[in-house]
């Protein structure tokens, strides 16, 4: 049976953490993408999916399936002190997700698109509207980024990745990005082998 097999039929009751992610670092990046996409937010544990985010065989298509796949709207207009304790995990992982999306971390790939195109623009459309009556959600997506999506720019080879969204990068943002939860940026990361860190580092 293949790892990725293995990993969508395991039985997580009774499993370390350590052996958990021993599943996801076997399996190929292509794998990583297509387990991302059939995520179950309710089912697999969340340490596993912040591992994964990580990663930067990860494209901008599978960050923005991974996003609405968990369901945003249910939390986007809530107060963080009435969340229910039991989703609270569930929200912090998505709003880490989301100043991913946003720092631009997730580059766009040929022939890898958002699940469903539809749902992201109407996301755009209501957080448009929310800024014109004064409203805002938790989760508001940089428009610029993800545009990038939407338009069919930036359609980068990952084998040959030597650009991001940001422009005015620098050396400062690099040192302070893991600061700021954004993580590694993309300009060091394109240089590092496939991410094997230990369960210490599991938040991004």
């Given amino acids: 049976m293949s790892a990725f097999a293995r990993f969508t039929q395991y039985d997580w009751s009774g499993r370390t953490a350590e052996e958990q992610l021993a599943l996801l670092r076997a399996l190929s990046d292509e794998n990583l993408r297509d387990l991302a996409r059939g995520f179950d937010w309710d089912v697999h544990p969340l340490h596993l999916l912040r591992w994964i985010m990580a990663q930067k065989c990860i494209d901008l298509g599978t960050a923005l399936s991974v996003f609405f ?40 790939w040929p022939n890898s698109d958002a699940t469903d195109r539809n749902r992201v623009r109407q996301w755009l459309a209501t957080q448009a509207q929310d800024r014109q009556t ?39 943002r690099d040192i302070f990005s893991p600061v700021l939860e954004l993580g590694v940026s993309r300009r060091v990361l394109r240089y590092k082998p496939r991410n094997d860190d230990d369960l210490s580092k599991l938040e991004f």
Avoid: H, M
């Fill in 134 to 172: 004064g409203r805002q959600g938790r989760f508001v997506l940089d428009e610029t980024i993800v545009g990038t999506l939407l338009n069919n720019e930036l359609c980068l080879d990952p084998a040959a990745e030597t650009a991001v969204y940001e422009q005015n990068t620098s050396i400062w």
């Fill in 69 to 108: 796949n968990s369901g945003p709207e249910r939390f986007n207009y809530v107060p963080k002190r009435e969340l229910p304790e039991n989703l609270q995990e569930t929200a912090s992982v998505l709003d880490t997700l989301c100043l991913r999306l946003n720092s631009g971390f997730y580059l766009v």
